[in-house]
T-cell receptor
């Protein structure tokens, strides 16, 4: 158990809908990262937040957005969902975020299926 | 920009045999390197990491990896495979202008035969 929690575990929805994925980092960790794992793209970095502020951005679609709250939990919002958004979404967390060179600990993931 | 190449999307070994999973990286700065393991229907678990210092790093479950700068490699080994090692293994690199972004290889599925 990494100490990172994600909810829900599974999500089934329809095209065009919007969903919110939630992540609670390990106790004391200030950085939260979101990754998408799909069969065709593999594991792709989406976005990083550090203590409430966006720190780095990867291959995140404009239809997707994220935020980190004062209690350090994070939410990833996916809107106007398409079939191709079906994937496993991971959250990871790390310590101080200083320099970005830290070990990231991953949550169990949320499996999203868009029908 | 960093990149990671894992040679062999599938590796099959017999129980008790040597496990060797290959990883080559590309990085313009001294990299931090990681191996993660993913068991079926589970998240990513950290196996081991290289940051600085000793180039041979030991991880959990008897795995180790050696950082070879001249070969830009970070291969994962285990002397004797166990059935419970069957999983997908990911090599990843961190560093430079990518800040906190982990760049992953495409993964290697390890199958262990009795």
């Amino acid at each position: 158990d990494s100490g990172v929690t994600q909810t829900p575990k599974h999500l089934i929805t329809a095209t065009g809908q919007r969903v919110t994925l939630r992540c609670s980092p390990r106790s004391g960790d200030l950085s939260v990262y979101w990754y998408q794992q799909s069969l065709d793209q593999g594991l792709q970095f989406l976005i990083q937040y550090y203590n409430g502020e966006e720190r780095a951005k990867g291959n995140i679609l404009e239809r997707f957005s994220a935020q980190q709250f004062p209690d350090l939990h994070s939410e990833l919002n996916l809107s106007s969902l398409e079939l191709g958004d079906s994937a496993l979404y991971f959250c990871a967390s790390s310590g101080s975020g200083a320099g970005g060179l830290e070990t990231q600990y991953f949550g169990p993931g949320t499996r999203l299926l868009v029908l | 920009a960093q990149s990671v190449t894992q040679l062999g999307s599938h590796v099959s070994v017999s129980e008790g045999a040597l496990v060797l999973l290959r990883c080559n990286y590309s990085s313009s700065v001294p990299p931090y390197l990681f191996w993660y393991v993913q068991y079926p229907n589970q998240g990513l678990q950290l196996l081991l990491k290289y940051t600085t210092g000793a180039t041979l790093v030991k991880g959990i479950n008897g795995f180790e990896a050696e950082f070879k700068k001249s070969e830009t490699s970070f291969h994962l080994t285990k002397p004797s495979a166990h059935m419970s090692d069957a999983a997908e293994y990911f090599c990843a690199v961190l560093g430079g202008t990518s800040y906190g972004k982990l760049t992953f290889g495409q993964g290697t599925i390890l199958t262990v035969h009795p």
